[in-house]
């Protein structure tokens, strides 16, 4: 089985997807620290933020154009974008990070070995790679997530889609004999977006919001001409 | 029943609310050996509604508890307030709750006042020295100085400080509140905050308003823009900006209007001329008597667009373009913020702008241009019935009472002073020297989570419970359109070794034979919850007293129907028209003189404010949204006059204003204006915990005693500086680089 037919399977009634409107997004980044409260990010301290070794799995990039006072400034929250023709999988000589049936790039930290291949191959900048063992101070630790791990030293992370919120739902729906419901599931970062930009949904079934949002003519995706496939859908701001 | 059932149904319901119905399944799957007897619920957790106390906003939140653990802040959608959006300082509530720095005991003063050398002692020992306290202080001057006055909290400080005979209450902030006031007023004779309802606008104009980041609510603003935006499926609201920096606020506006510091006003004034002119020209103000037009004209007439030109620099055509779109997009506002309140000139500034507001409002609804029927006014009777209840006055607000506790602490006249949750020694400008008076205050009791730059100046410290594991009830600070009552409920079990702040005043009270009515923080939230029960109407009738209880901590509190169009009786009362005559805009006056070259412009970040939370590693390593920086403060400096001054990235500069200095490192930043430099709030602890002490420099310094005309809250933005390099360097965290590109380049404009 070559990666490509695996990517290629579509015998799944779910593919996840996320739609981010940057006309709502006011780049506050409620949704960076929301994220390192529900995934156990740690913090990295002042000297290895400096060697920018930080562990956030969504940042805020802004773009500024322009000189004063003809200034133009864009703010894009920036996550893994899911592809589904991942530059990051097919370079990972343990298939530490593969490609699932639901669509999502998701990395097994028990298979990695820290070659750090897929963080150098992905074009986003948004693989995070443990350098050093993370440290939580009593009694620090006692707000971890229990639903995911704490990740060691030489591991390689990001962001997950908040997978286990995707098995929750999943299991919920499975116990009632039902579908997921659209927007039972929410990551950690729509969930707080207090500009309701973010979306997430089942991009498979054409009545969900995202499917819907996905028609929009502001519709685009990061490095597009790549054919990278990302399911991370921006939309355009401005008129 | 038990605070546990209050929980347990807390929760439930909160979880079904946000994920359909979780819970059951879990607990079928995995058996208890031992069956649990407060609901424990080991996978899903139980979510808890209770109010945000991270700023005093009152946001709703529901916070997921695991196995009697706070995990994750979540916001409440039902709240009017925040509407399901929670902002970074919020999600940080769960660190600062666990901070291993907390305050787990009393603390008795050993050495002298200001050097941090305290010994611990049982919570009762300090209760008692502060009741010995109380005994004796009775009309011998006493005060106290808290970060809200709207919580149940400060309805017993107050209660207290009316037995011992004094009214002084302080809420000092730098936040331009008392001038708004002031212009609420004037313009509406309401005595509250201002409140812009901007999420059905078609065009929104922001006078210096950093409404998303730094106003009294930035969630709820962020929740209302985003609807603005693209809650309307036809139409999307367009915003502009006018003001000194690109802040984040200005970043999600469609355009950028630099104009004069302290020149607002003067816009104001000019828009209201343009917009007078071109509605009478069109015929829109016909049903607008002649004798008020008349007085109109001769009031704005000297306000022509090239007079306004000269003094903001806004081109005149410019002027008039904005008085078209604010005509021709209606329903159209403009928002007044910090750059028209912190200038000498800011409360006429202010009601300039009201006037403005007033004048569009008149023309929408007189002309039918509103698409959708005008919402009536703010109906803020029983908002202000529920301040009643709370009792601490609005004029706590006021930077007069501040100045006021510190002028009679300094000269030995206060007996007791009690500080609640509030660092003044850090907020408040140097040169007010509010630490020096502190140190002469006869006996100061600090209530406090963490050991800080005031608590220096404690007799004793009373480790303050965090709102994670408190009773309480706040009262949504500004009527958000609606009365809103929020309740804070304890979502963990309470640490050992804390005391809920109410409570530990309540004790001390009884302790020195001050007869209270109340026996604990908790009823004092029942007993408002009890008095307001007959306006709720929106709790079905047939609930008993308890059941009123529990609807109100299973929903966070109690607010009617966000659908206005239910609000009854629908009575839409005629604009009032703010007295325009009266308004007269003087020209800004500054602190400092010819040497000093550049305007300094103070303002508040997103993730640090005031730096209440600046001693959270995840703050702290968030990256600011302008400046990607994070871990140090700075000071911002235009490129082309970096250029000029030979100054790059990471050079320290002394920055030095007629009233003090501080050093911080140039960060090169393309949206501040060539001839003025600005520094974030919040920096520059003397003493708040390994990870905030000493770390940046505290603009504070800089700032001195220069009240603007009507007003004792200093002008924060009427103060000029001047740099020098120090010849020192250093290294600053940065995500991206300042021309805006990252490590990757994936998006062009």
Same mark, same amino acid.
């Given at each position: 089985?070559?990666?490509?037919?695996?990517?290629?399977?579509h015998?799944n009634?779910?593919h996840?997807a996320?739609?981010?409107?940057?006309?709502?997004?006011?780049?506050?980044?409620?949704?960076?620290?929301?994220?390192q409260?529900?995934?156990?990010?740690?913090t990295?301290?002042?000297?290895?933020?400096?060697d920018?070794?930080?562990m956030?799995?969504?940042?805020?990039?802004?773009?500024?154009?322009?000189?004063?006072?003809?200034?133009?400034v864009?703010?894009?929250?920036m996550?893994?974008?899911?592809?589904?023709?991942?530059?990051?999988?097919?370079?990972c000589?343990?298939?530490?990070?593969?490609?699932?049936?639901?669509?999502?790039?998701?990395?097994?930290?028990?298979?990695c070995i820290?070659?750090?291949?897929?963080?150098?191959?992905c074009p986003?900048?948004v693989?995070?790679?443990?350098?050093?063992k993370?440290?939580?101070?009593e009694?620090l630790?006692?707000?971890?997530?229990?639903?995911?791990?704490?990740?060691?030293?030489?591991?390689?992370?990001?962001?997950?889609?908040?997978?286990q919120?995707?098995?929750?739902?999943?299991?919920?729906?499975k116990?009632?004999?039902?579908?997921?419901?659209?927007?039972?599931?929410?990551?950690?970062?729509?969930?707080?977006?207090p500009?309701?930009a973010?979306?997430?949904?089942?991009?498979?079934?054409?009545?969900?919001k995202?499917?819907?949002?996905?028609?929009?003519?502001?519709?685009h995706h990061l490095?597009?001409?790549?054919?990278l496939?990302?399911?991370?859908?921006?939309?355009k701001?401005?008129? | 029943?038990?605070?546990?059932?209050?929980?347990k149904?807390?929760g439930?319901?909160?979880?079904?609310?946000?994920t359909?119905a979780?819970?059951?399944?879990?607990q079928?799957i995995?058996?208890?050996?031992?069956?649990p007897?407060?609901g424990?619920?080991?996978?899903?957790?139980?979510?808890?509604?209770?109010?945000?106390?991270?700023?005093?906003?009152?946001?709703g939140?529901?916070?997921?508890?695991?196995?009697?653990?706070?995990?994750k802040?979540?916001?409440?959608p039902?709240?009017?307030?925040?509407?399901g959006?929670?902002?970074?300082?919020?999600q940080?509530?769960?660190?600062?709750?666990?901070?291993?720095e907390?305050?787990?005991?009393?603390?008795k003063r050993?050495?002298?006042k200001?050097?941090?050398s305290f010994?611990?002692?049982?919570?009762?020992?300090?209760?008692?020295?502060?009741?010995?306290?109380?005994?004796?202080?009775?009309?011998?001057?006493s005060?106290?100085?808290?970060?809200?006055?709207?919580d149940?909290?400060s309805?017993?400080?107050?209660?207290i400080l009316?037995?011992?005979?004094?009214?002084d209450?302080?809420?000092?902030?730098?936040n331009g509140r008392?001038?708004?006031?002031?212009?609420?007023?004037?313009a509406?004779?309401?005595?509250?905050?201002?409140?812009?309802?901007?999420?059905?606008?078609?065009?929104?104009?922001?006078?210096?308003a950093?409404?998303?980041?730094?106003?009294?609510?930035?969630?709820?603003?962020?929740?209302?823009?985003g609807?603005?935006?693209?809650?309307?499926?036809?139409?999307?609201?367009?915003?502009?900006?006018?003001?000194r920096?690109?802040?984040m606020?200005?970043?999600?506006?469609?355009? =950028?209007?630099?104009?004069?510091? &302290?020149?607002? *006003?003067?816009?104001?004034?000019?828009?209201?001329h343009e %917009? $007078? @002119?071109?509605?009478?020209?069109?015929?829109?103000?016909k049903?607008?008597?002649?004798?008020?037009?008349?007085?109109?004209?001769?009031a704005?007439?000297?306000?022509?667009?090239?007079?306004?030109?000269?003094?903001?620099?806004?081109?005149?055509?410019?002027?008039t373009?904005?008085?078209?779109?604010?005509?021709?997009?209606?329903?159209?506002?403009?928002?007044p913020?910090d750059?028209?309140?912190?200038?000498?000139?800011?409360?006429?500034?202010?009601n300039?702008?009201?006037?403005l507001?007033?004048?569009l409002?008149?023309?929408?609804?007189?002309g039918?241009?509103?698409?959708?029927?005008?919402?009536?006014?703010?109906?803020?009777? =029983?908002?202000?019935r529920?301040? &009643?209840?709370? *009792?601490?006055?609005?004029?706590?607000h006021?930077y007069? %009472? $501040? @100045?006021?506790?510190?002028?009679?602490?300094?000269?030995?006249?206060?007996?007791?002073?009690?500080?609640?949750?509030?660092n003044?020694?850090?907020t408040?400008?140097?040169?007010?020297?509010?630490?020096?008076?502190?140190?002469?205050t006869?006996?100061?009791?600090?209530?406090?989570?963490?050991?800080?730059d005031?608590?220096?100046?404690?007799?004793?410290?009373?480790?303050?419970?965090?709102?994670?594991?408190?009773w309480?009830?706040?009262?949504?600070d500004?009527?958000?359109?609606?009365?809103?009552?929020?309740?804070?409920?304890?979502?963990?079990?309470?640490a050992?070794?804390?005391?809920?702040?109410?409570?530990?005043?309540?004790?001390?009270?009884?302790?020195?034979?001050?007869?209270?009515?109340?026996?604990?923080?908790?009823?004092?939230?029942?007993?408002?919850?009890?008095?307001?029960?007959?306006?709720?109407?929106?709790?079905?009738?047939?609930?008993?007293?308890n059941?009123v209880?529990?609807?109100?901590?299973?929903?966070?509190?109690?607010?009617?129907e966000?659908?206005k169009?239910?609000?009854?009786?629908?009575?839409?009362?005629?604009?009032?028209?703010?007295?325009?005559e009266?308004?007269?805009?003087?020209?800004?006056k500054?602190?400092?003189?010819?040497?000093?070259g550049?305007n300094?412009?103070?303002?508040?970040?997103?993730?640090?404010?005031y730096?209440?939370a600046?001693?959270?590693?995840?703050?702290?390593?968030?990256?600011?949204?302008?400046?990607t920086l994070?871990?140090?403060s700075?000071?911002?400096?235009?490129?082309?006059?970096?250029?000029?001054?030979?100054?790059?990235?990471?050079d320290?500069?002394?920055?030095?204003?007629?009233?003090?200095?501080v050093?911080?490192?140039?960060?090169i930043?393309?949206?501040?204006?060539?001839?003025?430099?600005?520094?974030?709030?919040?920096?520059?602890?003397?003493?708040?915990?390994?990870?905030?002490?000493?770390?940046?420099?505290?603009p504070?310094?800089?700032?001195?005693?220069?009240?603007?005309?009507?007003?004792?809250?200093?002008?924060w933005?009427a103060?000029?500086?001047?740099?020098?390099?120090?010849?020192?360097?250093?290294?600053?965290?940065r995500?991206?680089?300042?021309?805006?590109?990252?490590?990757?380049?994936?998006?062009?404009?």
């Open positions: 089985m070559t990666l490509k037919s695996f990517n290629d399977k015998d009634d779910y996840w996320m739609v981010i409107d940057l006309d709502c997004c006011d780049g506050c980044g409620a949704c960076t620290i929301a994220c409260a529900e995934n156990n990010v740690p990295v301290g002042e000297e290895r933020a400096y920018k070794r930080t956030s799995w969504l940042r805020i990039e802004r773009y500024f154009e322009g000189e004063w006072p003809n200034l133009r864009v703010f894009l929250p996550l893994c974008q899911q592809c589904d023709k991942a530059p990051c999988e097919p370079v000589p343990v298939f530490a990070t593969y490609h699932n049936p639901e669509g999502l790039n998701v990395m097994v930290y028990n298979r820290g070659t750090r291949f897929c963080g150098n191959n986003f900048g693989r995070k790679f443990n350098w050093f993370n440290r939580w101070e009694p630790e006692q707000q971890l997530n229990p639903d995911i791990s704490v990740r060691e030293k030489g591991v390689m992370e990001k962001c997950t889609f908040c997978m919120r995707i098995r929750r739902g999943k299991d919920h729906a116990d009632e004999g039902r579908e997921v419901r659209d927007g039972e599931i929410i990551p950690a970062c729509a969930q707080t977006c500009t309701k973010i979306t997430f949904g089942n991009i498979r079934d054409s009545k969900s995202v499917a819907e949002l996905a028609k929009s003519k502001r519709r490095l597009e001409e790549h054919g496939e990302t399911h991370v859908i921006y939309l701001g401005g008129e | 029943m038990d605070r546990r059932t209050f929980m149904l807390g439930a319901v909160a979880a079904a609310g946000m359909g979780c819970g059951q399944a879990a079928k995995i058996p208890y050996a031992i069956p007897n407060d424990v619920n080991p996978v899903e957790g139980w979510f808890y509604s209770t109010t945000c106390r991270m700023c005093d906003a009152g946001c939140i529901m916070v997921r508890t695991v196995e009697g653990r706070a995990k802040v979540e916001g409440n039902d709240h009017p307030i925040n509407r959006g929670v902002c970074a300082r919020g940080a509530a769960v660190q600062q709750y666990y901070h291993p907390r305050l787990k005991t009393a603390l050993t050495g002298a200001g050097n941090n010994t611990p002692i049982p919570i009762d020992e300090a209760l008692n020295l502060l009741a010995e306290r109380m005994k004796t202080a009775r009309g011998k001057g005060f106290v100085i808290a970060s809200d006055a709207n149940v909290t309805a017993i400080a107050w209660k009316g037995v011992l005979g004094s009214t209450f302080a809420v000092p902030a730098l008392e001038k708004h006031v002031r212009s609420m007023a004037f509406k004779g309401l005595g509250t905050l201002p409140y812009y309802d901007i999420s059905q606008l078609g065009f929104l104009l922001l006078l210096g950093d409404i998303l980041e730094s106003g009294f609510s930035p969630v709820h603003y962020a929740g209302a823009y609807e603005m935006r693209r809650g309307n499926p036809v139409r999307r609201g367009r915003m502009v900006y006018v003001g920096r690109m802040s606020t200005a970043a999600s506006a469609d355009r =950028f209007i630099a104009a004069n510091p &302290g020149s607002l *006003g003067f816009l104001s004034m000019g828009l209201s %917009v $007078f @002119r071109i509605a009478g020209d069109n015929g829109l103000l049903k607008i008597p002649v004798s008020l037009k008349e007085k109109w004209k001769s704005l007439g000297d306000y022509t667009p090239q007079m306004v030109m000269e003094k903001t620099a806004v081109p005149a055509k410019v002027i373009g904005l008085a078209r779109e604010l005509l021709e997009q209606m329903p159209s506002q403009a928002i913020g750059d028209v309140v912190c200038h000498s000139n800011g409360v006429d500034s202010l300039a702008a009201a006037f507001n007033a004048l409002k008149q023309i929408a609804r007189d039918n241009l509103l698409k959708k029927p005008d919402l009536p006014e703010e109906d803020i009777s =029983f908002y202000l529920m301040k &009643g209840f709370i *009792g601490v006055p609005e004029a706590s006021d007069a %009472v $501040f @100045r006021k506790i510190l002028r009679q602490s300094a000269k030995g006249q206060t007996a007791l002073g009690m500080i609640i949750d509030a003044p020694v850090h408040a400008p140097r040169s007010l020297k509010t630490a020096e008076a502190l140190a002469k006869g006996f100061l009791a600090c209530f406090s989570s963490f050991l800080n005031t608590t220096r100046f404690a007799d004793v410290v009373i480790p303050a419970a965090h709102f994670l594991e408190s309480s009830a706040q009262i949504g500004y009527p958000v359109g609606l009365p809103v009552l929020s309740t804070i409920q304890p979502v963990v079990k309470p050992v070794g804390v005391i809920q702040t109410g409570d530990a005043l309540i004790q001390a009270a009884s302790k020195a034979g001050i007869k209270l009515d109340v026996k604990n923080q908790e009823e004092v939230v029942k007993s408002l919850v009890k008095r307001f029960r007959p306006e709720m109407y929106s709790i079905p009738r047939k609930l008993d007293a059941g209880w529990e609807y109100c901590l299973r929903n966070g509190g109690w607010w009617p966000p659908d169009s239910k609000l009854s009786p629908r009575y839409v009362p005629p604009v009032q028209m703010p007295a325009v009266k308004i007269k805009i003087a020209n800004p500054y602190a400092g003189g010819k040497d000093y550049f300094l412009h103070l303002y508040k970040t997103v993730n640090m404010g730096g209440e600046v001693n959270l590693p995840w703050l702290l390593e968030m990256p600011e949204p302008m400046t994070s871990w140090d700075w000071v911002e400096i235009n490129p082309k006059t970096a250029v000029k001054l030979g100054i790059d990235n990471g320290v500069l002394k920055i030095e204003s007629p009233f003090g200095s050093e911080a490192p140039a960060f930043y393309p949206g501040i204006a060539p001839n003025t430099v600005a520094m974030p709030f919040g920096w520059g602890h003397e003493s708040f915990g390994r990870h905030a002490s000493g770390r940046g420099a505290n504070m310094a800089l700032l001195g005693d220069f009240p603007a005309e009507n007003s004792d809250e200093p002008a933005r103060v000029k500086v001047k740099i020098g390099k120090t010849g020192k360097k250093r290294k600053m965290v995500e991206g680089n300042p021309e805006g590109e990252y490590e990757a380049e994936v998006f062009q404009l």
